[in-house]
């Protein structure tokens, strides 16, 4: 079984709509992050959380909010869906504290279009 | 403020042939160092990562990275290409203790032509 799922893994919406994206892991991590990725971009820091009441906002986070319902789980939503926001969303997630060198662990992506 | 360049967004290799993928960083203090790579339609898995411990690192695959402090790379090789390597790659950057933000770099898309 995966360790970090992500659902949906296809998403086409239209603009104006808000969708949510969701995050669950069993590997018992406390830090969970969403990116997007766009090409020519690689992967852009959208929020970061370290653990349930613990989150940041990363590099792009206009245009989009988190949940962190439980250790296992963060959502992403995007209120208002507009056509830039079309890409492809990675959760990852990682061990906390010193000598853990902050691997990533990445979900599988969900793809999605904004039309 | 750390940041990662990985010089050339496509490489293509003959199967066989050396794989050499670049990657230079920037941080202010000595950093962690990661690649990951992406196979179609997969998330990013980790190949191998720098921690301080040997400036040679290896990884999965048959794949290799060595940090060069004094030229602030850490450029990610292969001696001999296969088709199954085709994919893109990412260098990436983590500050040590702290948030340990990471940074990733644009990536580099490796065809193997055979």
């Known amino acids: 079984d995966a360790d970090v799922t992500q659902t949906p893994r296809n998403r086409i919406t239209k603009t104006g709509k808000r969708i949510m994206l969701e995050c669950s892991q069993t590997?018992?991590?406390?830090?969970m992050y969403w990116y997007r990725q766009d090409p020519g971009l690689g992967l852009r820091l959208i929020y970061y959380?370290?653990?349930?009441?613990?989150?940041n906002k990363g590099e792009i986070s206009d245009g989009y909010s988190v949940s962190r319902q439980a250790q296992a789980k963060f959502s992403l939503s995007l209120e208002s869906a507009i056509p830039n926001q079309t890409a492809l969303y990675f959760c990852a997630t990682s061990e906390r504290g010193t000598g853990t060198y902050n691997e990533q662990f990445f979900g599988p992506g969900t793809r999605l279009t904004v039309l | 403020a750390q940041s990662v360049t990985q010089l050339g967004s496509h490489v293509s290799v003959s199967e066989g042939a050396l794989v050499l993928l670049r990657c230079n960083y920037s941080s202010s203090v000595p950093p962690y160092l990661f690649w990951y790579v992406q196979y179609p339609n997969q998330g990013l898995q980790l190949l191998l990562k720098y921690t301080s411990a040997a400036t040679l690192v290896k990884g999965i695959n048959g794949f290799e990275a060595e940090f060069k402090k004094s030229e602030t790379s850490f450029h990610l090789t292969k001696p001999s290409a296969h088709m199954s390597d085709a994919a893109e790659y990412f260098c990436a950057v983590s500050e040590r203790g702290g948030y340990q933000k990471v940074t990733f770099g644009t990536g580099t898309k490796l065809q193997v032509i055979p």
């Open positions: 959380s370290f653990d349930v009441k613990d989150i």
């Open positions: 590997k018992g991590h406390d830090r």
